[in-house]
């Protein structure tokens, strides 16, 4: 174990999702989905995924560089056991390679293992994006990186429902791990508070109250207004199925579809603290903001009646859940 371990060595679950022509040591092929329907002339091309896992101790090298002898003997003489935790897919541009390393370094340390999934920049809009309606309520479009970053999450929903796994964890490439993650995440598994989809952060949401607890302490939330974007949050197969179902036209961003659970019925909690921070800022956007559009007295009016109808919406269901849905461990 010395000479070529003579290095700083550290303990290490070090994960590298990549394309299968691109090789790699300890790799396996993931089939993500069966992609039917009319999603598949934009979904067909991510029906596999590759994952490549390294447990062992070993210095660091670069991606794709295999162990050397010493390494292989020590994977087997020194396994890692880690807790148990639901599998973690981290959405991430092809050419991202900043936030790349920047998940790989943070999810490494945690020895958490997890797969990318290689998200695309789109240069047109989808037959899925109902621009019709887009229009109608907002007067305004979808960006096209909204609406690629809500093709993602949707294509691994697919993945979830096409899988023999309940719960998978998403993460966008612009997190930042706290300390308690993987402690956190693996105590998830055990709550007894029905739930569809999870989130990690809180921020954005307003008018909480409890529902449970985790064994570390932490509290899980319900809100009236659930926490905006779709950085980090565990969903369930079931609710998967659903939102596969509701979610086929592309009316809003995905953060703001997933909210609407007045309407897809899907029971949604939070975890507080937040076990996830927003980095966002530090890393650079890859979805540009909208263009500011003039509207008239009447495309005003329209907005501002179904907002209303939807914060009125949203008040009423939180109050149902509020008195229907007791306090649990």
Aim: aromatic share 8%; glycine share 8%.
């Amino acid at each position: 174990m010395r000479g070529d371990l003579a290095q700083e060595r550290c303990v290490v679950q070090f994960c590298i999702a990549q394309r299968l022509q691109a090789g790699g040591y300890f790799g396996y092929e993931c089939p993500a989905a069966n992609v039917v329907g009319e999603h598949s002339k934009y979904r067909e091309k991510h029906n596999n995924w590759v994952f490549h896992s390294l447990s062992c101790r070993f210095s660091v090298r670069g991606a794709g560089v295999a162990p050397s002898r010493h390494e292989r003997i020590a994977m087997t003489q020194n396994p890692v056991s880690a807790p148990k935790l639901p599998p973690v897919v981290v959405i991430s541009l092809v050419d991202s390679d900043v936030r790349r390393a920047h998940m790989i370094k943070q999810l490494a340390a945690a020895d958490v293992r997890f797969q990318f999934f290689d998200a695309e920049r789109i240069r047109e809009y989808p037959p899925t994006y109902d621009a019709s309606e887009r229009l109608r309520i907002y007067g305004n479009h979808l960006t096209l990186g909204e609406v690629g970053c809500y093709e993602s999450h949707y294509r691994i929903w697919e993945a979830l429902a096409n899988s023999n796994d309940d719960i998978w964890c998403i993460l966008e490439d612009d997190v930042e791990l706290t300390p308690d993650f993987s402690r956190c995440l693996a105590s998830t598994l055990g709550v007894a508070v029905p739930w569809g989809i999870m989130r990690l952060k809180e921020g954005g949401a307003a008018g909480q109250w409890q529902v449970g607890r985790l064994p570390g302490g932490e509290v899980l939330n319900d809100h009236r207004k659930q926490p905006g974007g779709a950085h980090a949050y565990l969903i369930r197969r079931g609710a998967a199925l659903v939102l596969l179902a509701y979610a086929r036209r592309i009316i809003h961003p995905v953060d703001d579809m997933i909210n609407r659970n007045w309407e897809h019925g899907i029971s949604m909690i939070s975890i507080s603290p937040d076990i996830v921070l927003d980095r966002g800022d530090d890393l650079g956007t890859t979805i540009p903001g909208r263009h500011k559009v003039r509207r008239n007295a009447w495309q005003k009016l329209k907005r501002e009646f179904h907002r209303g109808r939807d914060s009125l919406s949203r008040h009423v269901d939180a109050w149902r859940r509020r008195w229907l849905t007791p306090v649990r461990g």
